[in-house]
């Protein structure tokens, strides 16, 4: 099928209309993009970490980040964390996530273990 095209006084195409898969061009692959950008390596005394609060169907996470760490330093300090807080966690992307309201030692532990806070 041919798009419709509505053509000048040159003889030169105004626009057509039409999908981009009538012509071969429209079936190429898009370059993979990396998902996660480049992510520079800071020592735990260069960081200004932030927490947060959250409540997911009613029960409170504690949040702290984000961490620039390698994933396997970041994984790492996650265990440990949960380890001496006696909570669950995940580590998600560049942050920690922890259950239950626990900021307060949280903030302790991660000092201890020489990073900074923010205010």
């Given at each position: 099928?041919?798009?419709?095209?509505?053509?000048?006084?040159?003889?030169?195409?105004?626009f057509?209309?039409?999908?981009?898969?009538?012509k071969?061009?429209?079936w190429?692959?898009?370059?993979?993009?990396?998902?996660s950008?480049?992510?520079?390596?800071?020592l735990?005394?260069?960081?200004?970490?932030?927490?947060k609060?959250?409540?997911?169907?009613?029960?409170?996470?504690s949040?702290?980040?984000?961490f620039?760490?390698?994933?396997?330093?970041?994984?790492?300090?996650?265990?440990?964390?949960?380890?001496?807080l006696?909570?669950?966690?995940?580590c998600?992307?560049?942050?920690l996530?922890f259950?239950?309201e626990?900021r307060?030692?949280l903030k302790?532990?991660?000092?201890?273990?020489?990073?900074r806070?923010?205010g």
């Amino acid at each position: 099928m041919k798009p419709l095209e509505r053509r000048m006084a040159d003889n030169k195409p105004l626009f057509s209309i039409g999908s981009a898969l009538d012509k071969e061009e429209g079936w190429r692959f898009e370059e993979e993009k990396s998902s996660s950008p480049s992510l520079e390596i800071k020592l735990p005394c260069k960081h200004f970490l932030v927490q947060k609060m959250e409540k997911r169907q009613g029960k409170p996470v504690s949040i702290v980040g984000p961490f620039f760490l390698e994933k396997e330093a970041l994984a790492k300090l996650c265990s440990l964390l949960k380890k001496k807080l006696g909570s669950g966690g995940r580590c998600k992307e560049e942050w920690l996530e922890f259950q239950g309201e626990c900021r307060e030692k949280l903030k302790t532990l991660l000092v201890s273990e020489g990073f900074r806070f923010k205010g």
